[in-house]
Structure formats: structure tokens, C-alpha cells
């Protein structure tokens, strides 16, 4: 629909390119697939279509039966919940602003059109603006609609806070991204704005288990967070003539409040471009120059004398270390741990605890593994020049699986490590699991993985069929169910495990045929 739309826009106009631009931010997050890959994809993404329009005619069913209340306690449900979705935006504003100021490439033939650099870079921001909000947008409509056509239209409203919303982060994750530019270059704004929009993300997730950290052991239903929650709700702040209650009352289209928020997103957002138009033009032809510019080399490497092993290892290494997109998954899984060491902190008496915890650190190895190895070994970007060296060709498959197990071992070894402070028994077959797990993720990458760009994990995709990245998924879980098993101290963890190993090696191929392939 949107090319079509292209398609009729004049060519080289404003809202052409803004055309084109969404395009190119919705189709980095859906990623190219394969055959396979896109039948699934499809099918997924009926069902997921299905459930929201049901769900939302549902729900504007019952919304047009009753009006919004505007209470303390519902102010402070809205409120917390704009909170969450800006901070959702503004992640992924930052991870687009990075992407389409500084990676894609394409700014120095924009900058050369008859385009100013200001209308660039608005055209740009709205794209970022629509692509950070459509998800959201396309959940709340099925809603919104059904409750507006059943008497209630003061729901429209809803995508006016949602477009705000949108706007104000694209302006911070804009301007967050420009001044890590002017502050450390843009190589290192591309590896911290990654990293901080995963960790803005992750907070989300540890903030939404704040009720579970905080619940009362002799209550059921009592926290520490409702409390403090029911204690906010005293606050004339939130109260119906409050500043805190604003958002609620544009919900319920009242007009002042709505114009406000409303425009405190075109505001925030025009300023920025107003202001930032010339310096993004200087920023855009210096990450034009570093790109073409090889960075520094500390020393030279080591002679081969020291062994091929290891000099291959340290090149795999070094590339996994400057790969933002990597850093920013894995510390965002390492963040996705924090909860799970904090629960099983909680309930490391009831023995139910460091059962499914001790799976779950295992199941992680498997996918920090995966992780790993899909960039060391899939993502070579010289691959007809690795296959035409005098290098034996399990000698380099070893030393990229050595590469992808090394930092694997050390981040899930802080987690055993953990785990062996509440279990330390136990967190020997934790850590057996974890071994087994990584090692069978990495082997399923040499033996199957084809090789790709490595800018396409950046879009999540991976090579190979998508029968084995499922099969690699079900091995990880079968090292996951087994060391749960075994720590309950039942036999049957021998089933999983004899099962993620026969699938491992239903997967093999010989070297031969990896190489030719």
C-alpha cells in the first residue's frame, strides 16, 4: 500500500520521500525473510490481526456502555500508562534516529538534492514519528472505532496522545542521538545509542515486576507498589482540576488538556528540527567521511607463529566487540535476568525457585550462543576468501565456535555464580546444562547457517531455513526442561536431554558440504 503510494506521489517531492522513508522503516522492522520464513510470518501475523480486532471490538463493546471516570486512581492509570508507551517510543526512536541519520548511507546523494538539509532531516523525524507509532496506533484502532461508531468518539482522541507521544520521542531520541554525535563521534553513537535504547527497553520490563519484587509474603494481592500507588492517589496533583490529571481528561477529549499534550508534540518536535537543520547537515557528511575512513589499528597482530587458533579467535572476538546491535541484545537479555535473580532470591526456600530459574539460565546460554555464533560464524562478510585460504576447514569452524563460547561462558557464568549463592549444589547441574545447551546452539550454527551480510542482524534475521532456527529454539528448551528436571531430582531429565541431543545431530553436515554450500 505504501509503494503504491509512492508510486503516485511526484517524484523528488517532500511527501514522496517521506513516503519512501516510511517504507524503509517498516521494512526494517519486519526484516526480509525467506519462502519459508514469510509463510510463517504470515500466518502469525493473521492470528495476531485476529486476536486484536476481536479483542478490541470487545473492549469498545463495554467502553461505549461506560464513560472514563476522571478519579485520582484513573489518572494515575493513564498517567503510568503514557509512561510506558513514551518509554517504549523513545527505544525505538533511538535505534531509528541512529539508523536513519548515520547508518544507512544514503545522506550525502539526499544532502546533494535540490533538498534542504532542514527539510531533510524533518522528513526524516516524521518517518521516525510514524514508524515509533503505527504498532501502536493499529492496536488501539479495532478499539477506538468500535467504541467511537457505539456513541463514544471522545476515544479519537487516543491517537492524537499516541502522535504526541511519538513526537516528543522522536525529538529526545533525536537530539540524544545528534549530541552523542558532537560528543563522541559517530562510530561510538552508534554502539552507546544502541545500548541505551536496550536498556531504556529493558527498564520497562524490570519496572513491570515491580509488584511481584514488592508483594507482601503474608498477603495475596498486597505490594508495596499498590501501596505506594493507593497513597499517590491523595495527591491534589492528581486530582480532576490537577496538572497530573490532564492526560486522563484529554482522553475524555476535553479540550484544553487535548490541544496541550497535543501540542507539545509539534512544538518539541519542530523545535528540534528548527534548531538541529544546520548542524545535521555538518554531522551527516562527517559520518559520510568516518565511514570511509578505516579506524586506527593499536598495533599489528601477532605472527601466525602463535597459532592460527588463537589469532582467529581474537579476530572473532574483535568483531563480535564492535558490533552494537549484539551488545545492545545481549545486555538486554543480561537485563531480562535481573527479575529472575530477583524471584529467585525470593523463593529460593520454596524449591520451585531455583528449579525453573536454573532452567531459564540455561535456556539463555543457548540463545546468548546462538547470538554469538550467528555473527561469528553466518555473518562472515569474506566468505569466498575464507574458503579459498590454506586454513583446514574444522580448524577455522572450531576456532569461530571457540569465539561464540567464550564471552557465552562468562556472561552465564555471573548468573551461576549467582545461582551457586542460593543452590550451590545445584548449580553444578546449572552449569552442565549451560554447557550443553551453548555448545549444541553453536554446533547448530557451523553445521547449518549460511553465510549472510552482517548487517542483517540488525534486522533479526538469519540464514538458513527456518525449520532450523525453530529446531535450535526446541534444542535450547530441551537442555532447559532437562535441568529443571534434574534439579526436581527426577529420572525423566534424561528424555529431554537424549532429545536435544539426537536433534543436534540430525542437524550435521559434513564439512565438505558446508563449504561448498
Known amino acids: 500500500m505504501i509503494g503504491a503510494l509512492v508510486r503516485m506521489l511526484p517524484s523528488g517531492s517532500a511527501a514522496w520521500l517521506l513516503a519512501a522513508e516510511v517504507r524503509l522503516g517498516l521494512r526494517g522492522m519486519a526484516g526480509k525473510r525467506g519462502g519459508g520464513s514469510k509463510v510463517a510470518l504470515i500466518l502469525i501475523s493473521i492470528v495476531a490481526v485476529a486476536g486484536v480486532v476481536f479483542g478490541g471490538l470487545s473492549l469498545g463493546f463495554l467502553a461505549s456502555r461506560w464513560p472514563v471516570p476522571i478519579t485520582p486512581l484513573s489518572a494515575l492509570i493513564v498517567d503510568a ?10 527505544s525505538q526512536a533511538i535505534n531509528l534516529a541512529v539508523q536513519a541519520l548515520y547508518e544507512r548511507g544514503d545522506l550525502d ?6 533538498l534542504k538539509p532542514r527539510v531533510v532531516l524533518t522528513v526524516r523525524a516524521l518517518s521516525i514519528t510514524v514508524v515509533a507509532s503505527i504498532l501502536y496506533i493499529a492496536l488501539v484502532t479495532p478499539f477506538v472505532i468500535t467504541a467511537s ?3 463514544r468518539p471522545e476515544w479519537l482522541s487516543l491517537f492524537v496522545i499516541l502522535i504526541s507521544l511519538a513526537m516528543v520521542a522522536t525529538a529526545l531520541g533525536i537530539l540524544l542521538t545528534m549530541g552523542l554525535f558532537a560528543l563522541i563521534g559517530p562510530r561510538k553513537t552508534r554502539v552507546v545509542a544502541q545500548v541505551l535504547a536496550a536498556l531504556v527497553g529493558g527498564l520497562m520490563f524490570v519496572l ?3 509488584y511481584n519484587f514488592t508483594r507482601h509474603e503474608e498477603g495475596h494481592g498486597s505490594s508495596g507498589v499498590s501501596d505506594f500507588a493507593l497513597s499517590l492517589t491523595a495527591s491534589p496533583l492528581l486530582a480532576p482540576n490537577g496538572l497530573l490529571a490532564w492526560p486522563v481528561r484529554a482522553v475524555t477529549a476535553s479540550p484544553l488538556p487535548l490541544l496541550v499534550i497535543g501540542g507539545v508534540g509539534v512544538v518539541l518536535l519542530g523545535a528540534v528540527i528548527r534548531l538541529l537543520g544546520p548542524r545535521f547537515a555538518k554531522d551527516a557528511a562527517a559520518a559520510v567521511g568516518e565511514k570511509s ?3 586506527r589499528t593499536r598495533g599489528a597482530d601477532g605472527a601466525f607463529a602463535n597459532g592460527l587458533t588463537r589469532v582467529m579467535v581474537r579476530k572473532e572476538l574483535r568483531l563480535l566487540a564492535r558490533d552494537p546491535q549484539l551488545i545492545s541484545q545481549i545486555l538486554l537479555r543480561i537485563v531480562y535476568l535481573i527479575p529472575l535473580g530477583i524471584v529467585l532470591f525470593r523463593s529460593a526456600d520454596s524449591g520451585t525457585g531455583p528449579t525453573f530459574g536454573g532452567a531459564a539460565i540455561v535456556f539463555m546460554a543457548g540463545q546468548l550462543a546462538g547470538s554469538f555464533a550467528w555473527i ?3 555473518a562472515e562478510d569474506s ?6 585460504a590454506p586454513v583446514d576447514r574444522g580448524l577455522a569452524d572450531r576456532a569461530k565456535l571457540i569465539a561464540a563460547l567464550i564471552p557465552t561462558f562468562i556472561l552465564t557464568g555471573l548468573a551461576v555464580g549467582g545461582f551457586a549463592f542460593l543452590a550451590p549444589v545445584q548449580a553444578a547441574i546449572v552449569l552442565i546444562g549451560c554447557v550443553c545447551a551453548a555448545a549444541c546452539s553453536g554446533l547448530i550454527q557451523i553445521w547449518r547457517q549460511k553465510p549472510a551480510a552482517r548487517k542483517a542482524f540488525n534486522q533479526r534475521q538469519r540464514g538458513g531455513s527456518w525449520l ?3 529446531a535450535e529454539m526446541f534444542v535450547q528448551a530441551g537442555w532447559g526442561g532437562a535441568t529443571a528436571l534434574a534439579l526436581a531430582g527426577l529420572i525423566w531429565a534424561i528424555v529431554p536431554a537424549v532429545l536435544a541431543t539426537l536433534i543436534t545431530l540430525s542437524l550435521y553436515r559434513s564439512p565438505k558440504k558446508r563449504w561448498e554450500s
Open 81 to 90: 500508562a503514557c509512561v510506558v508507551l513514551f518509554t517504549l517510543m523513545l
Open 109 to 114: 546523494l539526499l544532502l546533494s538534492s535540490p
Open 149 to 151: 461508531v457505539l456513541g
Open 208 to 210: 513491570s515486576q515491580l
Open 293 to 295: 575512513t578505516p579506524a
Open 376 to 378: 561469528a560464524i553466518s
Open 383 to 388: 566468505p569466498d576468501l575464507l574458503r579459498s
Open 468 to 470: 532450523v532456527n525453530i
